[in-house]
């Protein structure tokens, strides 16, 4: 196959038809949403970030419908985020690996959505592979982004220790009073 497909501006179609896939290796940078979303406060450099991804599109027959195009996305990436323990730099490792049925239009993805196990995508002449890919690792994000082990000592924010005394005193409040009242402690 000598035919070039443009990630940007994928045809589904033709795409399928030629049982193709587009891999590419991209600096973080180019994906802004994930960049924005992610990014450590002194992580100013994404350069070294890279987004690694692949798309194979495969044409499968169904009994008694009409073919359908299927889109299988991987992707990783190593994204600069905050740790939300000891607030420094984390590098999280995201994957994404999911495969996509394409259908003719928004009506049928919407008729189709609830019983389809599978992800429907609108079919198009001028799909963005890209997007997807980056939808896929937004949505790989941890939630609370914490590092396994802290590289720094964490201190306990005055938040936390608030929170932990209101759920020590709802326990047993005098539990709390006897333990401060002894002696030696
Ligand atoms: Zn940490």
Redesign the pocket.
């Known amino acids: 196959m000598t035919t070039e497909f443009d990630p940007l501006r994928l045809d589904v179609q033709a795409f399928a038809l030629a049982n193709a896939t587009l891999s590419a290796t991209d600096s973080l940078s180019k994906y802004e949403r994930l960049t924005h979303e992610g990014l450590a406060p002194e992580a100013d450099s994404t350069t070294d970030s890279l987004v690694t991804w692949s798309a194979h599109c495969e044409w499968r027959e169904k009994h008694g419908e009409a073919s359908q195009a299927w889109l299988h996305i991987t992707a990783e990436a190593c994204v600069p985020l905050t740790?939300q323990?000891?607030l420094?730099r984390?590098d999280a490792d995201l994957y994404a690996d999911r495969w996509f049925r394409f259908v003719a239009d928004e009506a049928t993805a919407e008729a189709q959505d609830d019983d389809a196990e599978e992800d429907l995508l609108v079919t198009s002449h001028t799909f963005d592979v890209q997007a997807l890919v980056e939808d896929e690792l937004l949505m790989s994000l941890p939630m609370v982004p914490?590092?396994d082990v802290?590289?720094v000592k964490v201190k306990l924010q005055v938040a936390d220790e608030g929170f932990e005394e209101a759920n020590a005193a709802k326990e047993n409040p005098f539990a709390a009073l006897a333990g401060l009242k002894k002696p030696g402690k």
């Open positions: 740790c323990r000891c420094t984390m914490v590092h802290c590289p």
